[in-house]
């Protein structure tokens, strides 16, 4: 009974279990009990996420749906659920977040508790960012993501921390209330079609036969929001400062999570909402992804700082995700490429998550991150040799990883569409290669240059516990892709299906007025 | 057309509201006089005692219309929602006073007596259907509130604010007095829904122009950018409280009553939106801007609440819809809310004190006073319109509204304004978390039932409302 009631209403429970626990894990007068509550919480949650993965049914669509009235009179819901492309996305959340949760476990400074619960009151965001098929609790969800974040760099970041959060919340704000001023346009175009409020966004949807001078301002105003977010270069200068101030858990849910937000949103409404304004914009986006490509690559080499060039190295990989999402031949969007696309997301939020985390190893032991304080370390510490050099390789995508698989895709669905391009992001393979393996090489090789290096501890139980699974996964995601494309590959078929449907047949828009008796779904009938 | 006709007897049931506080006035001012009677605990029960009679006398009106007079009372769905608003939210406002420092100062008779009849004068301006009814209640409401500006707290800031207040509040009454006669001399009528009425030949020049001075003094009551230069002074000088009052509660009722007359002129003449357009745009813009570098807590909430103002006459800026004053009501509730939840912790930090908070002051404070700053926290998020708060909610309903009027570019503007204005909200959080306290910027306050009751039951309204609205 129990179970049943759990299997109808998991979406919802995914989302709403975190923000309960950080509630309870604020309240919590004993810091040993809300760590471990606070683990438990997470580790609940993850099982949720498993349990849908489990009984996630490829190509079946919307899934785990639940839907309650919000603002009736407003046409506004409460709506969520999953479907392939979140799936990954939000195995990723609840997978990372319990990693972090370890990862922060012997935290030095104030508030333990309070990072705890702000940790997981972050994940709520994300993930109901993840599942919101309407727009409102998206937006809400999405600004929700903010507050947190916030306070985590903010609060127990580096030295110029204040600068960088303020940074970042007032970038993510500018972009995410002019999207709001575009939803609002949309939902009252909604409106005026078909007679009726509505916010879901397969409602919305239907509003993708507009033609695209209707659409541009909104497309505009939807990719600039997710160009920030992801951060596409010209936007991206919030990030280095927010990755580099931020704690190494922050450093990791950014990376890991927060910016394949922006990429997810793109996938999930500025393509498919404005499919014919994307068509013209999708070579500007494209050119504008592989400017980062390169552009990240080439910073990244020249950082001294070993956080800022992982930092960098995110604008870069961000960048094919977005490449991979714009490939579009004969006015289709490539399912390669967007497969690779949506899998690259996974795979740079665990290798470059892994990343962090090696380099948060690194600070907490020496409390600098320049490179050039470094060198000779796999000696002392062999076992962290392995695991960066691990997660370098998933990040260089070397065949037999994870960064192979989505990359090669992503090259492979690009190349059709345009060689150029193509060329010119393999071109950022490459530098990735260079900057990467400089990272390693200037770390773990070379003489010992400073005594204090000599006797560093290597990686402990509790970090091995953290990184190992992400080893795991760096590898596991090279050699058996299909075992998580599998449950991807209907959803992203059928994005790209429905976008060339669009706009090979042109599809009409039902006459107007045809849903004035309040059906807010399909107009079949 | 002004006889003495006989009271009809239901006028007394339906007037009740106003007639209660009258009589508490009256009888607050012999309280004064009371001698060992004047004490804070009894003026206090007394307060809350008319307080509570005159909402129970408005609940029971209800939203029905009805007109005595010829229209000079007139009571409907308007006047019912917002004197209860305005009433509640001063009840409200007086508890937080009973903890502080201000408590001998704020609960004697003559006190009371100038905080009832401001009431009463926004209780009237507001059921009235007739600009001499109206102006007798603005005027009410004002002078009470310039003598509890300077004389709840007597100090030199106070005494400046309200001066500053009396002389640019008697100017801008003058030019509403000014343009409601004009509009009588084109009309030849006082009701309000004279100014929905088309004037011929000549008149035309003198109604638009009478028009024109009328929406000026009301421009000039809520600070609306041009016309905002007093508001800063005014609501540093006031105590906490009376800032709280005048940001709530006056402004409630001043915006009510544009959105009253705006009901009927807007609908006959639907070019003058325009003029509204640009007072939003005005005060948006130069509101949070000024914001942005105040160093004062209270002088940042008085830009702040300029841009609110602009925020709401957005909804002016549009041709009439029917749900422009649902919405309204629900932005002013939101904000009065948060208003009183920022205000609620901020008079608690005054208690041992007593004297403006600077940005300063408050460094470290989430350490300190983890709870209180959480509550802080909420409701500045509240006023910066961040979701989960009712803020947001109420911002994109404003938004919807004036989207549907296709104000496109106002509502980018407005929706810049708001990024912007997140800085100097978030500037406040900085200074609260992320930097280490000073040990004696601030002296401890004490613990106080009221001030968390009020606060706890403000940051659970400003939460729930977004879900339950």
Redesign the interface.
């Given at each position: 009974m129990l179970l049943l009631w759990i299997h109808s209403h998991i979406a919802t429970l995914t989302i709403f279990t975190p923000l309960l626990v950080a509630a309870l894990v604020v309240l919590c007068p004993s810091l040993w009990v809300a760590k471990w509550l606070a683990l438990l919480g997470a580790g609940a949650c993850f099982l949720e996420s498993v349990h849908m993965w489990h009984y996630f049914v490829p190509g079946s669509g919307l899934q785990f749906t639940e839907m309650h009235a919000?603002?009736p009179q407003?046409g506004i819901q409460y709506f969520v659920g999953v479907d392939g492309i979140s799936l990954l996305l939000i195995m990723l959340s609840t997978f990372l977040t319990c990693l972090l949760l370890i990862g922060a476990w012997n935290f030095e400074g104030?508030?333990q508790k309070t990072f705890f619960a702000l940790l997981l009151f972050l994940e709520s965001g994300m993930l109901g960012a993840l599942m919101a098929f309407d727009l409102?609790f998206f937006?809400?969800?999405w600004?929700?993501m903010?507050?947190p974040m916030?306070?985590i760099i903010?609060?127990w970041g580096g030295k110029n921390?204040?600068y960088a959060?303020?940074k970042f919340?007032?970038y993510t704000?500018?972009g995410s209330?002019?999207m709001?001023?575009a939803a609002?346009?949309l939902?009252?175009l909604y409106k005026k079609e078909f007679g009726v409020y509505s916010t879901n966004v397969l409602d919305l949807y239907r509003l993708s036969g507009l033609p695209a001078a209707s659409q541009f301002w909104l497309f505009c105003a939807f990719a600039l929001a997710f160009a920030i977010k992801i951060p596409l270069w010209p936007f991206h200068t919030w990030l280095p400062h927010a990755h580099t101030e931020a704690p190494t858990t922050g450093s990791v849910i950014l990376a890991g999570v927060m910016l394949k937000m922006g990429t997810y949103g793109l996938l999930r409404f500025a393509i498919p909402l404005f499919p014919a304004v994307f068509l013209d914009f999708a070579p500007v986006l494209s050119v504008l992804g592989v400017i980062g490509i390169i552009y990240g690559a080439l910073v990244a080499w020249q950082q001294p700082d070993a956080k800022k060039m992982v930092a960098y190295s995110s604008v870069s990989h961000l960048g094919f995700v977005v490449v991979g999402s714009c490939a579009v031949l004969h006015s289709m969007i490539s399912p390669e490429a967007l497969t690779g696309a949506v899998y690259q997301m996974i795979n740079h939020g665990v290798s470059t998550g892994m990343l962090f985390f090696l380099v948060g190893v690194l600070y907490d032991r020496r409390h600098t991150r320049l490179l050039d304080d470094f060198g000779g370390l796999a000696r002392p510490m062999p076992w962290f040799a392995v695991l960066l050099i691990i997660a370098t390789l998933g990040s260089v995508g070397l065949p037999g990883t994870g960064g192979f698989v989505g990359e090669f895709l992503i090259l492979l669905g690009t190349f059709q569409s345009n060689p150029a391009i193509a060329i010119l992001a393999s071109l950022g393979v490459l530098l990735g290669a260079v900057y990467m393996l400089t990272l390693c090489r200037k770390i773990l090789f070379g003489p010992v240059t400073h005594k204090e290096n000599e006797s560093l501890q290597d990686v402990s139980w509790r970090e091995a516990l953290v990184l190992a699974p992400l080893a795991v996964l760096v590898i596991a995601m090279g050699v058996q892709p299909g075992f998580f494309l599998d449950r991807v590959r209907p959803s992203i078929d059928h994005l790209a299906k429905t976008y060339s449907e669009y706009r090979l047949e042109r599809v009409e828009l039902p006459p107007l007025g045809c849903c004035k008796g309040g059906c807010s779904n399909g107009c079949e009938e | 057309m002004y006889t003495l006709a006989p009271i009809p007897a239901a006028f007394y049931g339906v007037a009740s509201p106003v007639l209660i506080l009258s009589v508490g006035s009256i009888l607050a001012m012999l309280l004064s006089v009371a001698g060992k009677w004047n004490r804070p605990t009894i003026n206090f029960g007394f307060l809350f005692l008319i307080l509570g009679l005159s909402l129970a006398a408005i609940m029971k009106n209800g939203p029905q219309i009805h007109t005595f007079f010829e229209g000079a009372f007139q009571w409907g769905v308007l006047p019912y929602v917002g004197s209860l608003l305005i009433v509640a939210v001063a009840g409200v406002l007086a508890l937080l006073f009973y903890p502080s420092y201000l408590q001998a100062r704020f609960f004697t008779g003559e006190v009371i007596a100038l905080y009832l009849l401001s009431l009463l004068g926004m209780v009237v301006q507001l059921s009235s259907n007739d600009f001499i009814t109206i102006l007798i209640g603005i005027e009410l409401s004002a002078m009470g509130v310039y003598a509890l500006v300077g004389y709840v707290d007597v100090n030199r800031l106070s005494l400046e604010g309200a001066v500053k207040y009396l002389v640019l509040g008697s100017v801008a009454t003058a030019i509403f007095i000014f343009g409601v006669a004009l509009l009588y001399l084109s009309t030849g009528e006082l009701s309000l829904q004279a100014v929905g009425h088309p004037a011929t030949g000549p008149m035309q020049v003198w109604k638009q122009t009478g028009m024109f001075m009328v929406l000026l003094g009301l421009g000039f009551k809520l600070a609306l950018v041009p016309f905002h230069s007093w508001a800063p002074d005014v609501y540093e000088g006031a105590p906490s409280g009376i800032t709280a009052f005048m940001a709530t509660c006056v402004k409630i009722a001043i915006l009510l009553l544009l959105f009253r007359v705006c009901g009927f002129f807007l609908l006959a003449q639907p070019e003058w939106s325009r003029l509204f357009l640009y007072l939003s745009v005005f005060s948006i813009v130069i509101g949070n801007w000024l914001a942005l570098v105040q160093s004062g807590l209270k002088r940042m909430l008085a830009y702040s609440s300029i841009a609110h103002s602009g925020y709401m006459v957005m909804l002016l800026s549009v041709a009439p819809q029917a749900t422009m004053l649902s919405t309204a009501l629900f932005y002013l509730v939101a904000y009065s809310v948060a208003t009183i939840v920022v205000f609620g912790v901020m008079m608690w930090l005054e208690e041992k004190n007593c004297r403006n908070l600077h940005l300063d002051d408050i460094a470290g404070l989430g350490?300190k006073y983890p709870l209180a700053s959480l509550a802080l926290t909420v409701g500045l998020?509240s006023l910066a319109g961040?979701?989960?708060t009712v803020g947001?909610?109420a911002k994109?309903?404003v938004?919807?509204h004036t989207?549907?009027g296709e104000r496109?570019g106002l509502?980018?503007v407005a929706?810049?304004g708001?990024?912007v204005s997140?800085?100097y909200y978030?500037r406040v959080?900085?200074r609260m978390?992320?930097h280490e306290p000073d040990p004696i910027s601030l002296l401890a306050p004490r613990f106080s039932w009221l001030t968390t009751g009020v606060v706890g039951t403000g940051v659970v309204l400003v939460l729930a409302l977004t879900?339950f609205?």
């Open positions: 919000w603002l407003w104030k508030g409102v937006y809400v969800c600004e929700v903010l507050i916030y306070f903010g609060v921390r204040i959060t303020t919340i007032l704000a500018f209330l002019l709001l001023v609002i346009s939902y009252l | 350490r998020l961040m979701p989960p947001f909610l994109f309903l938004f919807v989207l549907q496109f509502v980018i929706a810049l708001s990024a997140l800085y978030l959080l900085v978390y992320m879900i609205s």
